[in-house]
């Protein structure tokens, strides 16, 4: 039986275009096994360090609208090269940085360039696959992008620690443009020979979709499941969790990476669990979400009021929890997708996927500031107690993205009632 040509070049173009999800993800986490080192290199305190990764999430971020249009308007291809390229280019000039202002300068640009990535994968599986199969295919794509993060963890730590700071950035940075190239060749935007893009809209038509995107009640339902369940896990694996490990919890640096990336592999694990059963249960996805928040904010109380350093099964138990939050917060791309036409996915999802890094900046800035504030003068590392400090600000989080992600569920539940009482919609759109 022969493969019809489009299945077959789907097969050829969603692995490109994952790896460069995965690359995107390396990029993105480099900074969190390497901040004790940067610390040291760019002589910086615990808030200024943040400011690093700060400035990397908040231009991710404030990217995702724009992009979201950006993919409307000139396809996945262009923009996941154009991502690749300025991600290389900013580890690049993060490899030669001796200058803070260069460094953060670099992770803008990684930034910026990861920005531009995820949402054109997703929109590469819209238009390549049927639609049954993409809550599957979408967290797919954000589970083995994780693989990224595995990369950034013990390999980069113990090439860091054996060739030096530069010498590590700089194979960073030739992975990218490798990755690219793969890009280059093997990514089209969609399954139909000579379609490309869709015409450039203009601005009123653009202003129409994003006000449209966003009076959808399931797409804010979208952002706020993603604000609440990815946060945690995030600033846990991009920037705090391996200090917190390593100052904090008196694990060595390759213990703490180890942890990292059994988080990391866990995170394989869940993904597929997670689509599973949001596809056979759509209706449901809203007490998945509800789920995974509860139980992270369980063990982190445990971890945080545990005297003394936390047993190893304990911050084991920790790291598998945290795991869960990356997949769940694809809950909200399902969402993007379920209550909006394919024309504004890309404005949909950008919108969704602002939600967990704008909780992620406010953690980072949280934590840093207040350990710099818990840390006895004179004293060069934080202690354990400033660490239970600084953490403890996520409940404020989950109280604000658990009571929103409540609101818009029963106001997307009010509309999909409403829209069922005066024409058929397709079942999948639940909560």
């Known amino acids: 039986m022969r493969v019809p040509a489009a299945r077959r070049s789907a097969a050829l173009v969603y692995p490109v275009a994952v790896t460069a999800y995965v690359a995107a993800v390396f990029h993105r986490s480099s900074l969190g096994v390497t901040g004790v080192d940067a610390a040291d290199r760019f002589h910086i305190n615990a808030a200024a360090l943040a400011t690093f990764s700060v400035a990397q999430l908040a231009v991710y971020?404030?990217?995702?609208?724009?992009?979201?249009?950006?993919?409307?308007?000139?396809?996945?291809?262009?923009l996941l090269l154009t991502g690749g390229a300025l991600m290389v280019a900013g580890q690049l000039c993060f490899a030669?940085?001796?200058?803070?202002?260069?460094?953060?300068?670099?992770?803008?640009?990684?930034?910026?360039?990861?920005?531009?990535?995820?949402?054109?994968?997703?929109r590469i599986v819209a238009f390549w696959f049927p639609g049954r199969r993409n809550p599957l295919l979408v967290q797919l794509t954000g589970t083995v992008g994780q693989l990224g993060a595995i990369l950034g963890a013990v390999p980069l730590v113990a090439l860091l620690h054996h060739a030096g700071w530069t010498p590590a950035f700089l194979t960073a940075a030739a992975l990218g443009a490798t990755v690219l190239l793969l890009v280059l060749v093997g990514v089209r935007d969609t399954p139909h020979a000579g379609q490309t893009a869709a015409v450039a809209p203009d601005l009123a038509t653009v202003r129409?979709?994003?006000?449209?995107?966003?009076?959808?009640?399931?797409?804010?339902?979208?952002?706020?499941?993603?604000?609440?369940t990815q946060f945690s896990g995030a600033v846990f694996a991009l920037l705090w969790g391996y200090p917190f490990l390593v100052q904090?919890?008196?694990?060595?640096?390759?213990?703490?990476?180890?942890?990292?990336?059994?988080?990391?592999?866990?995170?394989?694990?869940?993904?597929?669990?997670?689509?599973?059963?949001?596809?056979?249960?759509?209706?449901?996805?809203?007490?998945?979400?509800?789920?995974?928040?509860?139980?992270?904010?369980?063990?982190?109380?445990?971890?945080?009021?545990?005297?003394?350093?936390?047993p190893h099964w304990l911050l084991l138990t920790l790291v598998l929890v945290l795991a869960v939050n990356g997949p769940g917060s694809v809950i909200g791309f399902d969402y993007a997708r379920t209550f909006n036409p394919v024309h504004r996915i890309g404005s949909a999802t950008g919108i969704v996927n602002v939600g967990g890094f704008v909780a992620s900046i406010a953690l980072i800035l949280a934590v840093g500031v207040v350990l710099d504030l818990a840390t006895?003068?004179?004293?060069?590392?934080?202690?354990?107690?400033?660490?239970?400090?600084?953490?403890?600000?996520?409940?404020?989080?989950?109280?604000?993205?658990?009571?929103?992600?409540?609101?818009?569920?029963?106001?997307?539940?009010?509309?999909?009632?409403?829209?069922?009482?005066?024409?058929?919609?397709?079942?999948?759109?639940?909560?």
């Open 61 to 78: 971020a404030a990217m995702q609208v724009p992009v979201g249009v950006l993919l409307d308007r000139f396809g996945s291809r262009r």
């Open 248 to 310: 904090g919890q008196g694990l060595s640096p390759t213990s703490a990476a180890a942890l990292l990336t059994v988080m990391t592999l866990a995170t394989l694990v869940c993904g597929p669990v997670i689509a599973h059963l949001c596809a056979r249960h759509p209706f449901r996805r809203s007490v998945v979400v509800f789920a995974i928040t509860a139980a992270t904010a369980a063990v982190w109380a445990v971890v945080l009021a545990w005297p003394g350093r936390a």
């Open 96 to 122: 030669v940085a001796t200058d803070v202002r260069l460094a953060v300068a670099a992770r803008v640009l990684v930034g910026l360039g990861d920005a531009m990535t995820f949402i054109s994968v997703l």
């Open 376 to 431: 006895p003068a004179g004293r060069s590392t934080p202690p354990l107690d400033a660490f239970r400090w600084a953490f403890a600000v996520q409940y404020l989080l989950w109280g604000l993205g658990a009571a929103q992600v409540l609101r818009y569920r029963n106001a997307a539940r009010r509309r999909h009632a409403a829209e069922r009482a005066t024409a058929p919609v397709p079942a999948v759109a639940g909560t």
């Open 208 to 228: 129409r979709q994003l006000a449209d995107a966003w009076a959808q009640p399931g797409t804010r339902l979208g952002l706020w499941t993603h604000f609440v």
